[in-house]
Each structure stands twice: as structure tokens, then as C-alpha cells.
């Protein structure tokens, strides 16, 4: 998704949010993220001029005044930023990739099923629905290399074990991580 995002060439305008529709984005990401209730008040104050900053290809960031914190594409669930994920790496889901995975999902690749199951990787023990916001982990480090979207459950990726079982929507060095507001 900002495999090519440029500030410069990507972004179209920016507004303030009001206070009503601030409220709303922070319900949203209450019910989309139920981990994140207790840090709210830290990520995004009440009195905190919030701003969404519309991009090409339907992006929306949403920033306060020196951090982007979440984005989301059309109507789609709001993402958190991997820089917040560093700090609150509770918020998502955590899957890990194999060793072999990690060149490949930092270059903007989805990940695949195999690199889920094998050796070295981890899949959570209960089921992990599709369509659900993931932190992506790789074997023997401790932050999250991306975040990705489930395209099947986590119970069919351990017995299909073929195809793309994760959309990589945001991963280390891409256009959002270097972006400068």
C-alpha cells in the first residue's frame, strides 16, 4: 500500500478533525481494538488538535501535529502506524515468520502460508478470524516488521498451508514509515 508513497506526490490536503468526529474515531478503534482501551487517553488526548491528511489511491492518515498514528484505505478498518505499534505492541494480534520470510515482507511482499507454519513461525493457539488487523513479528526479534491483514483464518492457513495467508498492509522502510508531516 506505500510501497511508492511520497509526501510530496502523494498527499492532496489535509483538515482538522472536530471534536464529534474525533469522538467517533475513537469509539471505532475502541470496538476494532479492544487491547487499546487503556492506552486512549495517551494516544490521542481529548483536547489534541487531530488532523486527517487525505492521500491518492483513497488514504486517509490520521495525525496529530508531529506523528501520523493510524491510516486506512476507503472504508476499511483504521490501521495503527507501525511507530505506535513499537510503542503499545499489545494493541494487534501477533503472528511470526520464519527467518526465511523477513527479506521478502520488508520488501513489501504478502506473506504466504508457509512461512506461518514453519518451523520458527507462530500462529496464535485460538483462531484468529479473517479480515483481522495483525502485528507481523519475525523469528528472534522482539518489534513488529509489519502489519498485515488476515486473508483466511488462522485455522485455514495451518491446514491449507498454500497461498497468501496475510496481506502486508504496512511494514518497516516503506513510504509511511519515512513520511515527515
Not at 467517533?24 to 470496538?31: A, E, Q
Not at 507501525?82 to 520470510?101: E, I, T
Not at 507454519?117 to 522482539?142: F, N, Q, R, Y
Amino acid at each position: 500500500m506505500f510501497k511508492k508513497f511520497e509526501a510530496k506526490e502523494s498527499i492532496v490536503g489535509t483538515n482538522q478533525i472536530k471534536n464529534s468526529v474525533q469522538r467517533s474515531i475513537r469509539t471505532k478503534l475502541i470496538d476494532t481494538y479492544p487491547n487499546i482501551e487503556e492506552y486512549i487517553n495517551d494516544i490521542l488526548p481529548k483536547k489534541v488538535n487531530l488532523k486527517v491528511v487525505k492521500c491518492q489511491d483513497h488514504i486517509e492518515l490520521i495525525s496529530t501535529d508531529d506523528e501520523i498514528l493510524f491510516f486506512k484505505k476507503r472504508d476499511g478498518p483504521f490501521y495503527p502506524t507501525l511507530r505506535l505499534l513499537h510503542m503499545y505492541p499489545n494493541m494487534l494480534p501477533k503472528v511470526q515468520v520464519d527467518k526465511g520470510a523477513i527479506k521478502f515482507v520488508l520488501s513489501g511482499a504478502h506473506i504466504m502460508c508457509p512461512g506461518l507454519t514453519s518451523p520458527g513461525a507462530d500462529l496464535p493457539e485460538d483462531c484468529l478470524p479473517s479480515d483481522t488487523p495483525v502485528s507481523v513479528h519475525a523469528e528472534g526479534k522482539i518489534n513488529a516488521l509489519a502489519i498485515g491483514h488476515m486473508k483466511m483464518s488462522s485455522d485455514d492457513i495451518k491446514s491449507i498451508n498454500k497461498g497468501v495467508g496475510i496481506d502486508n498492509v504496512h511494514y518497516l522502510n516503506d513510504g509511511l514509515w519515512r513520511i515527515d508531516l
